[in-house]
């Protein structure tokens, strides 16, 4: 049953109204591609993006979660074949207990490889294992003349792939995929905790150390002023080795079984989170935090995901909702990271999420987010006066750095600062113009940006 | 498409030379710059000063040409602006007509003129413009209402009934359009400095055009459906509108 429905994204800003029709069979699916109408269509999933990028307001969106079957475990050889709808954490449920873990998790496990693979999304890992497409070893593509590509990484039709790696869902349906999984002998992770008083110490330690590292990244008290700029709490750490487990857990090394904690309730109004309450926030954060701990060993879930156990957390900044600002400084322009940063405290923007990590090499994906560099991301309440006009001045000092922002997470930068960030935007122009020559997949991000 | 901090896109101002609906989009474009604005008016000099003063402030603008008492006119003058270019954040209905009121009550073809340019084509746009929105699953509707459509006065009751009309139509538009995410702001401003009212005396409360944008830009920020101004008159006309009628005929309004 085909309905109109108001859509948002995670950041409840910007909604618009589109048919949403849940995805059947691949028939169905070719069915709706003739009778898209002049507003396009596009593929949702579970909506953790935080701007418009899964919205098509007036159009058809399809929901993929509706397909969600693994179709096929190779354990030997660490592959999984699953449909677009399938979650991470249906996947790490499922495969967990046998030894194998996704490659690369974002902070939520709420997010389908449909959506991971459009979004090319990271993890603590990226200095290390990349990004979520350089593990997708195939992938099924729906295009607009309704048949369905078989795209790998390194074929005659690996333009396609990586222009769909990253590619916001604008070239095509994903409708399933072929995932390498990581190896892992237990379901827990072995983690150092340190705490860096400002920004060079922490800068420091992550350039120093994090080659050492499987996993690495550091929270910011963006309200720490002054000389305490930057103080931070880094975390870095291994998958658990089963010796590195306490004996009890050895017999249960591979037991995946999170709980949601709470659910967030409706209601609660904007500007809980001020200043005021993030300050204290943070304080307690940052004193909570050891000086120094080695080889702590955390569950997976409490690792990666600590928000998956508040269901609907984003329902905390209110009605007026919230925006991730997440940007990537290249190396050697550290002095703009440190000047973003400072202009964020200055103006006393309170975010209580502010996370910085350090990425690694990049891959072919033309609209692929991470690069060599800082990645700097934070969420910020909406209702702030001046809140636009100081994230257009932290844009143009990354611009001007030669960084950019995220589009998974945008919800407010303009056409002209999208196509500086990202040079090879002309290139999947034309890569996405031999399968959907009339941009019939299409979305309120690429609308907004004029992709 | 409006963005997370309510930056909008492209702007079709009906009635394009409405000082309050430059004021608007002055306002609008000052949130962020890059704006794209069409002005609907009647070919003149007026909306040529009017667009030239936009462009001056970095707007990108565009006229077509529009005739609120022909219905052709302004089917066309939507339809093109909805046609060609991106979706539309935000429509301002913002043409009227207030005349000379003595005439109005007494002459007929004043009389027509007043509740053709007043209601009925704001409801015909109104029609046209909710369409192409709800086609969008997005934007935004302010529409100049007036404090003169909330209870008829003596002095100027065939320009309030005209306002009395198109604000009962808007208000229930605004209810029938919140499934689609299309917003509609009813705006009711008292008396404001403008072209309109140059020459008549002006009140306690009277407001300049971007006092009243100012408070357009919140309504449509915050997500109301009426926008008083000064926020004070809606208190006002409460009063106003019970008061007995013997007392408010007396008040000499």
Request: net charge positive; with cysteine.
């Amino acid at each position: 049953m085909d309905r109109r429905r108001r859509l948002s994204g995670w950041g409840r800003t910007s909604p618009s109204v589109a048919t949403v029709h849940a995805a059947g069979d691949d028939a169905d699916l070719r069915g709706l591609l003739a009778r898209v109408g002049p507003r396009g269509i596009l593929a949702r999933g579970l909506g953790r993006s935080y701007g418009d990028a899964a919205q098509n307001g007036g159009g058809l969106v399809v929901d993929m979660t509706a397909r969600q079957r693994v179709l096929s475990v190779d354990a030997d050889a660490a592959l999984v074949s699953v449909e677009a709808g399938v979650s991470l954490d249906q996947l790490m449920r499922l495969l967990l207990p046998r030894g194998l873990s996704v490659p690369v998790s974002p902070g939520t496990r709420q997010v389908t490889v449909g959506g991971a693979i459009a979004a090319d999304i990271h993890g603590k890992n990226h200095h290390v294992d990349g990004s979520f497409g350089q593990h997708v070893t195939a992938l099924d593509l729906l295009v607009a003349d309704g048949t369905i590509r078989t795209l790998t990484p390194d074929s005659a039709e690996s333009p396609l792939f990586w222009a769909t790696v990253g590619g916001m869902g604008l070239t095509g349906l994903v409708v399933r995929a072929t995932l390498r999984m990581k190896r892992v002998e237990t379901a827990y992770c072995a983690v150092d905790t340190e705490r860096c008083a400002d920004l060079d110490d922490l800068m420091g330690r992550m350039a120093e150390g994090d080659h050492r590292y499987t996993y690495s990244v550091a929270w910011i008290d963006c309200l720490a002023r002054g000389r305490s700029l930057g103080r931070s709490v880094l975390t870095r750490g291994q998958p658990a080795t089963l010796e590195q487990l306490p004996p009890t857990l050895r017999t249960r090394a591979l037991d995946f079984s999170p709980r949601q904690l709470l659910v967030a309730p409706p209601g609660i109004p904007s500007g809980l989170l001020n200043r005021l309450t993030v300050r204290a926030f943070n304080e307690a954060w940052f004193r909570k935090a050891p000086q120094e701990r080695r080889g702590e060993v955390q569950g997976i879930a409490s690792f990666f995901h600590p928000l998956d156990a508040v269901a609907r957390w984003n329902r905390i900044y209110g009605p007026r909702g919230f925006l991730q600002y997440q940007v990537l400084v290249p190396f050697e322009a550290e002095d703009t990271l440190r000047r973003c940063l400072g202009m964020l405290s200055d103006a006393g923007q309170a975010s209580f999420l502010a996370v910085l990590k350090r990425f690694g090499p990049a891959n072919p994906g033309y609209l692929s987010f991470p690069a060599p560099g800082w990645t700097l991301a934070l969420d910020v309440p909406i209702g702030a006066p001046g809140l636009g006009a100081l994230l257009d001045r932290i844009d143009e000092e990354v611009l001007a750095a030669g960084g950019r922002g995220y589009l998974a997470k945008d919800s407010r930068l303009g056409a002209s600062a999208v196509a500086r960030m990202y040079p090879r935007l002309e290139e999947w122009r034309a890569v996405r113009r031999t399968v959907d020559p009339d941009g019939v997949f299409v979305s309120d991000l690429a609308r907004r940006l004029g992709l | 498409m409006k963005d997370a901090l309510g930056n909008v896109q492209r702007i079709l101002v009906l009635g394009g030379t409405s000082e309050i609906a430059l004021a608007t989009v002055r306002a609008l474009a000052r949130q962020r710059p890059g704006v794209q604005v069409v002005l609907a008016a009647r070919r003149s000099d007026r909306r040529a000063t009017a667009s030239a003063s936009l462009a001056a402030l970095g707007i990108e603008v565009a006229e077509v040409d529009f005739e609120a008492t022909d219905r052709a006119s302004y089917e066309r003058a939507i339809g093109f602006v909805f046609d060609a270019g991106g979706d539309v954040d935000v429509v301002l209905v913002a043409f009227g007509l207030l005349g000379d009121q003595e005439r109005a009550w007494q002459d007929l073809d004043a009389a027509l003129e007043l509740a053709q340019v007043g209601y009925a084509a704001a409801v015909g746009c109104g029609v046209l413009v909710a369409g192409r929105l709800r086609a969008q699953g997005h934007g935004a509707i302010v529409v100049m209402s007036s404090v003169a459509g909330q209870r008829p006065r003596r002095s100027n009751f065939v320009y309030g009934s005209t306002k009395a009309g198109l604000d009962a139509f808007y208000t229930g538009l605004g209810v029938a359009l919140a499934e689609d995410g299309v917003q509609v702001v009813v705006v009711r401003p008292g008396f404001v400095r403008s072209r309109m009212t140059a020459g008549l005396k002006a009140p306690p409360f009277a407001l300049t055009p971007d006092q009243v944008a100012g408070l357009i830009t919140a309504g449509l920020r915050s997500g109301r459906g009426t926008v008083w101004a000064p926020p004070a008159m809606r208190w006002v006309m409460l009063v106003l509108r019970v008061l007995p009628g013997p007392l408010f005929r007396r008040l000499r309004i």
